[in-house]
């Protein structure tokens, strides 16, 4: 909608929207809280992956929809990778990828280097995109459906005292505070939301992700046309990996780590000094740092309230995957309270949230979660564990499943012998690498054996 949000003034709802600043002990009343008459009103707060899609589910199930963006023009830290499946099931056009990656090398601390791309098919390849474009285009398709963009920072959530009761989010939009009551808040607003502050849903460690946007002479830009490395090592990251991604005129250069913030320039110096002969000679434009969630909340759902994305946690361990998993969470949200809701034509409570969302998220994905975080705690405690890995990813077995399970989101169907094998090899490369016994708990390889 290209209305202002400040036209919902007009509307005769027994809602407010105001540019008054509410008193933050003020009670808002009125004579029945139902929606007879109308839709059920929701503001989605965020509008990167996870809020856009949310507020596009919302928008085009039929419900009145707000999406708040602070910054439209600006753009998250991210490696920028998506999955193939995600191309079909967002509708994302194909002329929004940068580069389609085909090649992937894992470096070892000890350089030992694995082509991760073997087992690729003809047609298949890693999406990179910048994430101002993505963003920007799953906004603007958001508002196509219906949603009101409005360009704000969200300053607090005012939650109600009672169920009769509805939120109101507080805001300032072109140097005015400004108010509006909704039915129903979907936290979308990343790893330090305020929105999981005002409904105390509990903190999670978080990492920091710093990369460096490096624009490369001709020759040495052809050399990662379709090619990104991951970096693995203690000089790189102590709990994470270094990466180097291709992007349409540079690459993004850049690592992570939860246990040694303060130390992340250290990190980005390493992760340079291993690419160093491949980026001498590229101007950096642009120099990026973000929290990045390392599990998920203790509370997603509380009251009329859910949070999605970066802001309940869905970035994976190990792989530090997180668009995918941003975007799927806001549009199976969006979905559920549409369900809920029949269409916007009845109140929801926490229960619906709870069923409708949360229940089919974590029956889906939760165990993905579980096993990815299992893996780092295995492979990157030590560049010793660090070595075992980059050994491992060279067999094609091994390959072949993590790429249809990473491109396709879904359990791959393995060989029960292979399986075994798989098994075997990597219990073999942790016992060469001096990790069983040592650095490695039993319980962690009890654990790890029973996935396979």
């Known amino acids: 909608m290209a209305a202002s949000a400040q036209c919902y003034l007009l509307h005769s709802l027994p809602f407010t929207h105001t540019n008054a600043r509410p008193s933050k002990n003020r009670l808002i009343t009125h004579a029945s809280y139902n929606i007879s008459g109308r839709k059920l009103r929701a503001a989605v707060i965020g509008g990167g992956p996870a809020g856009s899609s ?15 963006e602070r910054s439209p023009s600006g753009a998250k830290p991210c490696g920028g990778a998506i999955p193939l499946c995600m191309l079909d099931e967002f509708d994302i056009p194909i002329e929004l990828v940068d580069r389609k990656v085909t090649h992937m090398k894992i470096i070892s601390p000890s350089n030992l280097t694995v ?4 087992t690729l098919k003809p047609h298949e390849f890693i999406s990179m995109l910048r994430r101002e474009v993505l963003d920007s285009f799953l906004r603007t ?4 459906k219906g949603a009101t963009i409005v360009k704000a920072l969200v300053t607090n959530l005012e939650v109600p005292k009672t169920s009769n009761e509805p939120y109101v989010v507080n805001y300032i939009a072109e140097n005015e505070r400004k108010s509006l009551a909704v039915d129903v808040v979907i936290g979308a607003d990343g790893a330090n939301s305020k929105v999981a502050k005002c409904i105390d849903a509990g903190d999670y460690a978080c990492a920091i992700a710093f990369q460096e946007r ?3 002479p001709d020759h040495k830009m052809k050399y990662y046309e379709n090619l990104a490395e991951m970096y693995v090592g203690s000089d790189v990251s102590p709990d994470f990996y270094g990466w180097v991604f291709p992007k349409c005129d540079h690459v993004a ?4 780590t939860v246990c040694s913030k303060q130390n992340i320039k250290l990190f980005q110096n390493g992760i340079r000094s291993r690419v160093n002969p491949k980026i001498q000679g590229g101007q950096v434009i642009k120099v990026e740092a973000h929290p990045i969630p390392e599990h998920p909340r203790p509370v997603r759902v509380r009251g009329r309230v859910a949070l999605v994305g970066d802001a309940a946690g869905y970035v994976t361990k190990c792989s530090g995957e997180g668009i995918y998993f941003a975007a799927k969470s806001g ?7 549409v369900r809920a809701s029949e269409g916007g034509e009845r109140m929801i409570g926490e229960e619906d949230l709870k069923r409708e969302y949360l229940k089919e998220w974590d029956g889906k994905y939760i165990m993905t979660f579980r096993f990815l ?10 560049n010793a564990a660090r070595e075992a890995l980059v050994e491992l990813c060279g067999d094609e077995y091994v390959q072949r499943m993590t790429f249809e399970s990473y491109l396709y989101k879904t359990l791959a169907t393995g060989n029960g012998w292979e399986d075994v094998k798989m098994l075997s090899n990597t219990i073999g490369s942790l016992i060469r690498c ?4 040592t650095q490695m708990q039993g319980r962690d390889l009890a654990k790890l054996a029973s996935t396979f």
């Not at 949310?54 to 708040?68: H, P, W």
Request: charge should be neutral; charged fraction near 25%.
């Open 54 to 68: 949310a507020a596009e589910s919302l928008a085009s199930g039929g419900i009145e929809t707000f999406l708040f």
């Open 115 to 118: 082509d991760f791309g073997k």
């Open 141 to 144: 398709r958001a508002e196509s």
């Open 214 to 216: 490096i624009r490369l």
């Open 253 to 256: 250069v850049g690592t992570g």
């Open 331 to 337: 549009r199976m949200c969006g979905e559920g309270i």
């Open 373 to 382: 975080d299992l893996l780092q705690k295995v492979f990157y405690g030590s």
């Open 434 to 437: 001096k990790i069983v016994g």
